[in-house]
């Protein structure tokens, strides 16, 4: 278990929605990071928010927003959903700021009908 | 840019005989490396990490690595497979002021009987 938790497991949803993604980091971890698994894009770097604050951005689309909260956990929220958003999606942290390892979730598979 | 090449797509092996698992990375910066597993509807753990120390770098379950900078490469080797090292492994490269891990497209390791 890496102490990282999201929420929820399984989401089936249909086009043109939009969903929340949620992660609770590790305790005392600062940085949040989510990525993106597909079968044609592998892992893909979305966003990452230290402290609350965002501090680097991947291959985000605009349809795709995140937050970090004071409490530290981080929310991605994805909206106006096509068939090709559907993918695992994983957050990660770390107790530092960008390129240290990081400790990742099970991931949310989100499925998109 | 930073890059990852995972040389193999598949490796298999049989129970008891080593394993070895290519890696070469980009070398603009001083990079830190990584080696994560992912186990099938898992999340992705850590097995090992080189951060500029020791070259050889010992991670869990057996696995090691060598960093050798001269072959801009960090494979991941283990002397017995096991049937539980079936899985897929990333090799992931951060250098120092980038704030994400790039995620090579990742090995499937096969381990028959």
């Known amino acids: 278990d890496s102490g990282v938790t999201q929420t929820p497991k399984h989401l ?11 992660c609770s980091p590790r305790s005392g971890d600062l940085s949040v990071y ?27 689309l605009e349809r795709f927003s995140a937050q970090q909260f004071p409490d530290l956990h981080s929310e991605l ?3 106006s959903l096509e068939l090709g958003d559907s993918a695992l999606y994983f957050c ?15 991931g949310t598979r989100l499925t998109v009908v | 840019a930073q890059s990852v090449t995972q040389l193999d797509s598949h490796v298999s ?14 070398s603009s910066y001083s990079p830190s490396l990584f080696w994560y597993v992912q186990h099938p509807n898992k999340g992705l753990q850590l097995l090992l ?11 869990i379950n057996g696995f090691e690595a060598e960093f050798k900078k001269s072959e801009t490469s960090f494979h991941l080797t283990k002397p017995s497979a096991h049937m539980s090292d079936a899985a ?5 490269v951060s250098y120092t002021g980038f704030q994400k891990l790039v995620f090579g497209t990742g090995t499937r390791l096969l381990v028959s009987p």
Not at chain 1, 12 to 22: F, K, M, P
Not at chain 1, 45 to 57: D, H, M, S, T, V
Not at chain 1, 92 to 106: I, L, M, N, V
Request: hydrophobic share 30%; charged share 20%.
């Open chain 1, 34 to 60: 989510w990525y993106q698994q597909s079968l044609d894009q592998g892992l893909q770097f979305l966003i990452q928010y230290y402290n609350g604050e965002e501090r680097a951005k991947g291959n985000i």
């Open chain 1, 12 to 22: 089936i949803t249909a086009t043109g929605q939009r969903v929340t993604l949620r």
């Open chain 2, 88 to 92: 897929e492994y990333f090799c992931v």
């Open chain 2, 13 to 26: 092996v049989s129970e008891g005989t080593p394993v070895l698992l290519r890696c070469n990375y980009s």
């Open chain 2, 49 to 59: 990490k080189y951060t500029s120390a020791a070259t050889l770098v010992k991670g």
């Open chain 1, 77 to 79: 929220n994805l909206s």
């Open chain 1, 92 to 106: 990660a942290s770390s107790d530092r700021d960008g390129y240290t390892e990081a400790f990742f979730g099970q």
